[in-house]
């Protein structure tokens, strides 16, 4: 179970809002995952669970911050807890307000997606960094914790290097590797991090 946070502030309520990121996120990558099926089928269409994704996501994203806010507030530092505030809810921000801006076509998607991407990173360094200090703090158990540096961690890692495999020559075989090694990091962190919200969402409320 978590660790000494019987005492802490908020712990019932970051338990249900992590339970609710969970589910609206991994509903969020559900819609995604339709969306591109029909994209890659003889069928096309599927434009709606494109716009269902973008909605959801953001309404996942949203619902993450009194879950940021709780695991800030029980960072030891006070340093550490203003750099974890500002990272977590600068990120969250983009993302809860970048896809209803698409949907209604305040934005393109050329300008929507790369700043997207770039907030979902800053998203993925909170969650390295807030579980490493989590972790090393005696806030969440070892493996929750280290779940989460992974995803997070794992999925910058992932986008960095289908950024790179960019720069390589369309025609060269290294492209497809390097588009392969990235897409599949941050596909497993795509995919991860709802669940690691989830399994929070569970500790917390054990607690």
Same mark, same amino acid.
Do not use: K
């Given at each position: 179970?978590?660790?000494?946070?019987?005492?802490?502030?908020? !712990?019932?309520?970051?338990?249900? &809002?992590?339970?609710?990121?969970? *589910?609206?996120?991994?509903?969020?990558?559900?819609?995604?995952?339709?969306?591109?099926? &029909? /994209?890659?089928?003889?069928?096309?269409?599927?434009?709606? &669970?494109?716009?269902?994704?973008? %909605? !959801?996501?953001?309404?996942?994203?949203? @619902?993450?911050?009194?879950?940021?806010?709780?695991?800030?507030?029980?960072?030891?530092? =006070?340093?550490? =807890?203003?750099?974890?505030?500002?990272?977590?809810?600068?990120?969250?921000?983009? %993302?809860? @307000?970048?896809?209803?801006?698409?949907?209604?076509? !305040?934005?393109?998607?050329?300008? /929507?997606?790369?700043?997207?991407?770039?907030?979902?990173? !800053?998203?993925?360094?909170?969650? %390295?960094?807030?579980?490493?200090?989590?972790?090393?703090?005696?806030? %969440? @158990? $070892?493996?929750?914790? =280290?779940?989460?540096?992974?995803?997070?961690?794992?999925?910058?890692?992932?986008?960095?290097?289908?950024?790179?495999?960019?720069?390589?020559?369309?025609?060269?075989?290294? /492209? $497809?590797?390097?588009?392969?090694?990235?897409?599949?990091?941050?596909? @497993?962190?795509?995919?991860? *991090? $709802?669940?690691?919200?989830?399994?929070?969402?569970?500790?917390?409320?054990?607690?």
């Amino acid at each position: 179970m978590v660790v000494s946070t019987a005492v802490r502030p908020g !712990v019932w309520m970051a338990s249900l &809002f992590a339970y609710a990121a969970g *589910i609206t996120g991994t509903l969020a990558n559900l819609f995604l995952i339709v969306f591109f099926a &029909f /994209q890659f089928s003889s069928l096309g269409g599927g434009a709606s &669970f494109g716009s269902a994704n973008d %909605l !959801v996501g953001s309404l996942a994203t949203a @619902v993450m911050v009194p879950v940021v806010l709780a695991l800030s507030a029980w960072l030891p530092d =006070r340093r550490l =807890r203003w750099i974890s505030r500002i990272l977590g809810l600068s990120a969250l921000t983009v %993302l809860a @307000v970048g896809g209803p801006l698409l949907v209604l076509g !305040v934005l393109s998607f050329e300008v /929507q997606a790369p700043i997207a991407v770039a907030a979902w990173m !800053v998203l993925c360094l909170w969650l %390295l960094l807030v579980n490493r200090w989590s972790r090393l703090s005696a806030i %969440l @158990v $070892p493996w929750v914790a =280290r779940l989460g540096e992974f995803l997070g961690a794992g999925t910058v890692a992932g986008i960095v290097i289908v950024g790179l495999g960019v720069l390589l020559p369309g025609a060269s075989w290294a /492209q $497809p590797v390097v588009f392969g090694i990235g897409g599949v990091l941050a596909l @497993v962190g795509m995919l991860g *991090i $709802p669940v690691w919200f989830l399994i929070l969402g569970r500790h917390l409320g054990r607690s």
